[in-house]
C-alpha cells in the first residue's frame, strides 16, 4: 500500500526567504511523486514530477524537490518566496506504470508568504 | 475550451435534493477523474474513466454517487438525496492516458453546499 504525509498543515515565510514544505512517503515498490499547487478558487496545477530519473527534480516557478530514497522523503523547495507562491500545495505519489493512474494525495499544505 | 471545464462552480441546495455537476474535459484527453476535496483534508478520489473501458467506481462513497461518461467527452457526476456531509468542492481532472504520466489537468472544481 502507499500513503504520503505532509509534516505541516500550514506554513509561513516572509518574502524573500527560503520555502520549505515537507512530505514523507511510504510505497513497497519504487513510486513515482509530484507535488502539485492550488491557488485559491483554482484548479490543481503540477508543479514538478520525479518518476526515477534524477533525484533532484525542477519544477516550475524555481520550485524543486530531492527524492531522497533511504529517509523516503521528497521535501520541495524554493530559495527566496515570493508573494504569488502564496497557495495550497500537495504531495501526491502514484503507482508504478502498468495501467491507469490513481494518484494518492497528502492532506496539504497551505503557504503564506508576508512582506 | 483550452483547458476542463467545470460547471456550476457554485451550488447551494437542501438536504435530500439531487445534484448534478458537469465536467468537459481538454480535448482528445482519454482519461476522466473525479475527486473530492474536504475542508482540510486532500483530494479523495471517486470515479475513474478511461477510454471505453468500464469505469473504476472504487472510490465512490455510497450508491447515492454515481457518474457517467457520454461519447467518451462530457461527464456528469449525480448525487442523490444530498446529505450534509456531501459538502466539499467536487474536482474534475483530465489527462491523455498515457500511463503513469502523474500529470492531471484540473478543473476550478464545483463547490457543493448542502443545507
Known amino acids: 500500500a502507499q500513503s504520503v504525509t505532509q509534516l505541516d498543515s500550514h506554513v509561513s515565510v516572509s518574502e524573500g526567504t527560503p520555502v520549505l514544505l515537507r512530505c514523507n512517503y511510504s510505497?513497497?515498490?519504487?513510486?513515482?511523486l509530484f507535488w502539485y499547487v492550488q491557488h485559491p478558487n483554482k484548479g490543481l496545477q503540477l508543479l514538478l514530477k520525479?518518476?526515477?530519473?534524477?533525484?533532484l527534480v525542477k519544477g516550475i516557478n524555481g520550485f524543486e524537490a530531492e527524492f531522497k530514497k533511504s529517509e523516503t522523503s521528497f521535501h520541495l523547495t524554493k530559495p527566496s518566496a515570493h508573494m504569488s507562491d502564496a497557495a495550497e500545495y500537495f504531495c501526491?505519489?502514484?503507482?508504478?506504470?502498468?495501467?491507469?493512474?490513481?494518484?494518492?494525495f497528502g492532506a496539504g499544505t497551505r503557504l503564506a508568504v508576508h512582506p | 475550451g483550452a483547458g476542463v471545464s467545470q460547471s456550476p462552480s457554485n451550488k447551494v441546495t437542501e438536504k435530500g435534493k439531487d445534484v448534478e455537476l458537469r465536467c468537459d474535459p481538454i480535448?482528445?484527453?482519454?482519461?476522466l477523474y473525479w475527486y473530492r476535496q474536504s475542508l482540510g483534508q486532500g483530494l479523495e478520489f471517486l470515479i475513474y474513466?478511461?477510454?471505453?473501458?468500464?469505469?473504476?467506481k472504487s472510490g465512490l462513497p455510497s450508491d447515492r454517487f454515481s457518474a457517467e461518461r457520454t461519447g467518451g467527452s462530457v461527464s456528469t457526476l449525480t448525487i442523490q438525496r444530498t446529505q450534509q456531509e456531501d459538502s466539499a468542492v467536487y474536482l474534475c481532472?483530465?489527462?491523455?492516458?498515457?500511463?503513469?504520466?502523474?500529470?492531471?489537468?484540473f478543473g476550478e472544481g464545483s463547490r457543493l453546499t448542502v443545507l
Open positions: 474513466f478511461q477510454g471505453n473501458s468500464a469505469p473504476d
Open positions: 481532472a483530465s489527462s491523455s492516458g498515457q500511463t503513469n504520466t502523474g500529470e492531471l489537468f
Open positions: 480535448s482528445g484527453h482519454t482519461a
Open positions: 510505497s513497497s515498490y519504487s513510486p513515482s
Open positions: 501526491v505519489v502514484s503507482p508504478p506504470s502498468g495501467g491507469y493512474n490513481k494518484l494518492i
Open positions: 520525479y518518476t526515477s530519473a534524477a533525484t
